[in-house]
């Protein structure tokens, strides 16, 4: 997301209309607009490869993987956010069509530009989903995923990834577990960084 609004002043329903109508997908946070910028292609695969094993692991069981053209709405109020992979099990969702509105897992790859506010006040808004179980960053200049976990009272801990037990990536909230290479498969990072995964 770019740091300054499109638009000001709309109400959800009015950022809906308007945003069927552009080009370019917006973010929407009390009452302004904001435009989403273009992600790099290390961003991309990795959204990808995770998108294709939640497919594939998920298929069959009722939940739905959905990438970055899938609104996520956390209150009527808003904000609308655009995840780069969102999960939803709930049949409330099945038949949406402007948003996710009970997501059960929502994953973002860190950009540069986007880092501090997925960190922060993007996940601040997330937590108020009451169906979010667990919110994953995924590094996209490294290897590095951060996973956010609802525990049983409500409080958000945090798993760190690669841990020592091994380089599993586990989401509890799916009964999933692969290995990070796969998620980072033929990924190849900036010039600075000497790693790649699987290439």
Not at 83 to 102: F, G, K, M, N, S
Not at 161 to 173: F, K, M, N, T
Request: aromatic letters at 10%.
């Amino acid at each position: 997301m770019i740091a300054s609004p499109q638009a000001r002043g709309f109400t959800p329903d009015e950022y809906l209309a308007w945003e069927r109508e552009q080009p370019i997908r917006h973010e929407y946070i009390d009452g302004e607009v904001y435009a989403m910028t273009g992600g790099t292609l290390p961003h991309n695969d990795i959204a990808v490869n995770l998108t294709t094993i939640l497919r594939t692991t998920l298929r069959g069981t009722g939940c739905k993987v959905r990438m970055s053209d899938a609104k996520v709405r956390v209150s009527a109020q808003g904000p609308y956010f655009y995840p780069d992979v969102v999960v939803t099990c709930d049949e409330r969702d099945r038949r949406a069509v402007e948003a996710i509105q009970y997501p059960k897992l929502i994953v973002e790859v860190l950009s540069p530009s986007t880092a501090g506010f997925d960190r922060g006040d993007k996940f601040k808004f997330y937590r108020r989903i009451p169906t979010l179980e667990e919110y994953v960053l995924i590094d996209s200049e490294k290897i590095g995923i951060d996973c956010y976990r609802k525990s049983s009272g409500g409080k958000w801990e945090l798993t760190a990834y690669p841990e020592d037990a091994g380089d599993i990536l586990e989401l509890v909230s799916l009964n999933f577990r692969c290995p990070l290479a796969l998620v980072y498969e033929e990924v190849e990072f900036p010039e600075s960084s000497s790693q790649m995964i699987g290439g």
